[in-house]
């Protein structure tokens, strides 16, 4: 399984960003969905996930009303669409995908099988 993340850049504060993640899995539509991020000097934090089908979505608190996931699952593709970016949300941001656990569960782990190169998003105050 190879994940391509593309769609970084940089905005500023208030804009709008919107990233993509193109899987090359056969059964992409059979796997939960997740985007993740790591600041410089920090952890690599949770930031949303998707189940299979699409049918339920999930996010960290800090991104909560503001980015919305979706998914295209005859695109193999997971969306990230980031509304009123704030300077704190400046971080290399990754897709990862894991079958062993459900979209729901996406936030209690760090240590998945299938992570994107990364593509870097930078807001500017």
């Known amino acids: 399984v190879q994940l391509q993340a593309s769609g970084g850049g940089l905005v500023q504060a208030g804009q709008s960003l919107s990233l993509s993640c193109v899987s090359s899995?056969?059964?992409?539509?059979?796997?939960?969905m997740g985007w993740f991020r790591q600041a410089p000097g920090k952890e690599r934090q949770f930031v949303a996930s998707?189940?299979?089908?699409?049918?339920?979505?999930y996010y960290a608190d800090s991104v909560k009303g503001r980015f919305t996931i979706s998914r295209d699952n005859v695109k193999k593709t997971v969306y990230l669409h980031m509304t009123r970016l704030k300077p704190e949300d400046t971080a290399v941001y990754y897709c990862?995908?894991?079958?062993?656990?459900?979209?729901?569960?996406?936030?209690?782990?760090?240590?998945?099988?299938?992570w994107g190169q990364g593509t870097q998003v930078t807001v500017s105050s």
């Open positions: 998707i189940s299979d089908s699409g049918g339920s979505s």
């Open positions: 990862a995908t894991d079958p062993r656990y459900s979209a729901s569960n996406y936030h209690l782990y760090d240590r998945y099988d299938y």
């Open positions: 899995q056969f059964t992409f539509s059979a796997w939960p």
